[in-house]
């Protein structure tokens, strides 16, 4: 049938449903493909970064080393969970890989109970 709605990605981002984080130095250095993380997430990097000594591409680094360990693992290639310390707290975090507005691929950094 015919669609009725559709949100996409960039509309999410723009309306800050979804953060950009693609612009990150260390995003940059860890993934070729466009990332951006829940706002939830990014509510929780804001929190950190409050705190001496973090940054937002520190934060990108710890999140992407501990996502690329868990991706041999993982069981579903397109879906990695995996646990990070975000400022002395662990989080328990996911990462879809799929695609975006496009067929081309993009990750997207959400809580284990985000959808």
């Known amino acids: 049938g015919e669609t009725i709605y559709s949100y996409s990605r960039a509309q999410a981002i723009e309306d800050g449903v979804l953060v950009d984080l693609s612009q990150a130095d260390s995003i940059r250095q860890h993934w070729k493909y ?9 509510a929780v990097i804001e929190e950190a970064l409050n705190r001496p000594g973090q940054d937002v591409s520190g934060l990108c680094h710890d ?5 690329k360990l868990a991706i041999p693992t993982a069981p579903d290639q397109e879906l990695v969970r995996f646990r990070v310390i975000i400022a002395g707290r662990m989080q328990e975090l996911k990462l879809h890989i799929g695609p975006g507005d496009t067929a081309a691929p993009v990750l997207t950094l959400m809580f284990r109970y985000e959808d």
């Open 63 to 67: 999140i992407s080393t501990m996502a």
């Open 34 to 42: 466009p990332f951006a993380c829940t706002s939830a997430v990014w």
